[in-house]
């Protein structure tokens, strides 16, 4: 995973362009990936899809030497900066210039997708270093009707009931948001085998390209029984689940049982944060949680030339893989059963499921887990529920509901 | 507000009388009022309109001297006690006087509104400095077919929903129990400007007459939506409220929503206190709740001559003015909206309501407010929900709904 | 009560056979009971009735000598032993002992119901003093189609509908589990006097008994409204009661709030314990709890020779008992009525419900527990409710209810 953030960590991406499809083709190499493009102009929801932005070099040069430099990090400019060729006064420049004078050594992530404007972002040590005079300024960005690109790989499952896992893909060199996200999605995506649900991995820029897959795959929502976002997932904080807008949906139980073995945090919806944010408007209200180690703007490198690929760790990646199939072998196998024989317990021993000698006081877990599933297995009470009020390992319920329908004492 | 306390003190106001038509003619110079007359023996639910009391003067003497003196303070007599007028032994006395042995020097309050009696209330003190011997005993009251009185004052507003504020006006020279009340209503009708309930101002016996005027508004019931009773408004407690009978009423909300940023209490109903008990009988189980500061007896002075106009203090008196008009603020702006574009955010940027420059971790608070507010406003949540659950302020949350509800992005 | 542990003590009981029969023999001395003998093979539900099992001798012998003898202790053989007349080696015999190896001074309790096998239980210090060598190794037990056995007593009520009391009556030589709840259950029955339910006391074996009686009474089980299961009612420790399996059924709402006057623990229901397993199927889901002193399997004497009528305090069967009957009285008199003049407080006074005298703050408990019930007598809360919420005895709640009711005030 970590040498897949490295890998794309160079490339400009935004919400549109080239730097977006160098970075599927990548990803395609370790997953196949099929890749949609959606015209400039095409109406999604109340949003229009915008024209592409593309950007071959960018720089501002005094006496012919580059202060700020494109080639040299992505992040100097300002996103859908409009071309620009010209020689101004610091002065006159300044208004387009963007440091962080708290993090005076750092180059601030900016974008400006929806107003036309051009800008460079720098450190404030440089902005500090350079002497008034004229300066050369120029962009060579190319705005015009294009593209959106975005990517899925669908894992099909044995129903067509979908989990849906999606990641950002129009951040530039950022590392930890969020190349940790698109490597963890890919390395889940590998390790799926056989799954119960069809799980849909969704590589896409946010925000406006989540609203264009959900305005695009209107008639699949209904079929989306879960979701999860994957963001800022490889530094070195530990787990944070972010719940989906109802609270008390499945992904929010199952991410809380798998969590509460490690240390964690889980926090209530808000309506601000990455894509969940529309998977969780009030239209759809999907069940769709959001997974991150440290969350966004939580630490100070975020959206700055600090989040590079050293500060995502490779065991802070692994561990969230982990935690992910996990949730996703809980969800998996979550059901509701009913108990075919639900007036007073069923005879388990004739069927072999019981031990034949009582008076013990130590019965099997196994045993305890039979009669756990057969109590509330009603039609009301899902696995995941049994396991909660039984405090019996998830594991061994679903391994007791096996064998009681294996002997036709429960159905679906 | 506190003039109003000392002006109304000395009137020896009971549950019908010149007393209680004194104070309403007092009131009216600071508020206009439309009082009601009703006639005794006209049958209120379950209760009849009593015959009417009225009192000029009472006295215990002894060899020509007053040792009790109704014209030194009307608590002396018993409310409602029938004339007398005879010569008695002291021995004979004694099952006629209520005095407080545990605070010497307090004259109690107490009445006998429905089983004719008469009697006097006085200090333990002197009491204990009444001899042995003759007295002569004379109380100048009537007790004859009258009028019950009450009043009300009514703020239009822009919906015929009403906002009920009730408080009683039938103890004689009690400041905190309840002029208090009287004067903080008072100066809450003045103070509302165009709201959006119409609020309804009711000054009126306890009891007898919160049945009385349920009673005659049976019509207009369904059209009160909130209220609130207002007793022990002055003293120096802290300010505590007592929830409704349903307990989660938006007024239960709304107070407590008002109150955490002051020390306060919330006591959760009972059916004892002032006329909460009747608007919360279960035949109307309306969302009427009760502010108070020291609730009723739990100060020593209550229902004594202690509960004087020095025991009331104006800052207090203030301060629960103050804490009126916050919730009455709230209330009046709190709604249910439903989001217009519910799929997806909608694009807030190209209504002039977004910052054009993304990257940025300080999104403005209005800005948050606005999305939780499209995320929320379902038809489901009100803007006080949306408040308690983003933890903005309701005042922002209510500015944004606005500016959404401006931009066509929000239906009521 | 005790007597009737140490009389009953002695006896072999099993699921079925004659130690079952003269256990309810000597029962019906102190309380009469309907026994129910029902043939082997009956089917009911998913199980069919077992043979029945009858002992008259066994031991293992050394020598002539007899090492395990079960004259002196009927838990030497595990319960439902095949007959066996054979001489054998210990090393061949071992296979069939089982002993406690952490206790080794105690005599486990087995039984072997369903499956076809035989054995010795016995102390680890009397194995580890068996020399090798060859063993004689009798059971003189019989295995036949016979009947299973057990026995109801009924106190009728006002009403049809019940309560029913639910004690084992399969275990051997063991005292706390469950002939202390046999005891309790005998003596609760003869002090209740002329109740509202009917109750009906149910004396049969573990398991197999209740899914017997269940079986047979498919048409009263819509009658049985609450239950209670005792168990091991005798110990030193405090009592703790198990939840039905609904967790907020009125039973259990009742006994917490009787046991909170008491040191006591309160558990959530799981399906292992005794015979609520069955009441608490998914199909029947009734309100029964259970109540015990130390749960099974929580103290070390459980199921071994240490369970014998010393570990039983007298005083602590008075104790469970005084529990039950305060629940039982709770139970009893709980009713939900609806007030018949909700609009505002009915009056009071001129029914001779209040006091005259106005202006005391000391409100009898009497009074406020009238105007509680008015209130809250909606239909929807119960007597028990009213307690609970106000805060008031519930005696006093009742008393209360019963004036009103006699007043006319109050409907069922």
Redesign the interface.
Known sequence: MHELVRRLYPLCRSITGDGVRRTLEIVSEYLPLDTYEVPTGTEV???TVPREWNISDAYIASEGRRVVDFQASNLHV??YSTPVAATMSLAELRGHLHTLPEQPSLI????????E?WGFCLTQETLDGMPDGEYEVRIDSTLDDGHLTYAEHVVPGQVTDEVIVSCHTCHPSLANDNLAGIAVAVALARSLENPFYTYRFLFMPG?IG??TW??RNADRIEKVKHGLVLACAGDAGHLTYKKS?RGDAEIDRVLAYVLREREHEIV?F???GYDE??F??????LGVGSLSRTP??RYPE??TSGDNPDFVLPEKLADTLSACQQAFSVLDRDRRYV?L???????L??RGLYD??????D?KQAQ?AM??V?????GEHSLLDIAE??GLPFDTIADAARALHDAALLKE
Request: aromatic fraction near 18%; charged fraction near 15%; charge should be positive.
């Open positions: 929801f109340d949003w300002v996103g601030p992530y900016r974008t400006s997708y929806y107003a404007n925000t989540a609203i959900l305005a807008r209530e808000s309506p601000y944010r529309q969780c408007s009030p239209g759809f209200n966004y703007a975020y959206h108990n024989s639900p007036y007073g317990e069923p005879q021993g004739k034949a000698l009582g008076g013990r006081s019965a305890l009669l756990w057969l109590n509330l297995s009603d009020r039984s």
